[in-house]
């Protein structure tokens, strides 16, 4: 089993959203972030850039986690569902690569705040 690689801790933009990498191993990962004032839209919930950064971070370092080493992906597409506004508290992101081809690796994630699926995703990343 591999290590936690955490290539979003060093970011000054991962600290400000405040997302802590739990796990990041054999093609999966889970990301979590807790909901703050600087993170709300104009509507007062969670902004969908903030949940869309924690969604990219996730399917990232689950990419990365097949690599072993330096990081070797960047996203070269991706879609995104959302299902339900969040308000307050934390949401995590579970991420998983459905295929790692030669160039590019298709990932999906699941974002949840609780037992409610907050969003969902699928991306596109290509190695480098």
């Known amino acids: 089993m591999s290590e936690v690689l955490d290539v979003s801790g060093g970011s000054a ?23 703050h004032d600087g993170l709300r839209n104009v509507h007062g919930k969670l902004h969908g850039g903030a949940l869309f950064s924690l969604i990219d971070t996730a399917m990232g370092q689950a990419c990365h986690s097949l690599s072993g080493t ?36 298709v990932v999906e994630a699941d974002t949840w705040q609780g037992e409610k699926l907050v969003a969902k995703a699928q991306a596109t990343f290509i190695r480098t």
């Open 13 to 35: 933009f991962s600290r400000l959203l405040g997302l802590e990498v739990i796990q990041a191993t054999e093609g999966k990962a889970e990301v979590h972030m807790k909901m």
């Open 70 to 105: 330096v990081p070797g992906s960047v996203t070269l597409e991706s879609k995104i569902n959302y299902i339900r506004p969040v308000s307050d508290g934390d949401v995590v992101c579970r991420a998983w690569v459905l295929n790692a081809g030669k160039r590019t690796l």
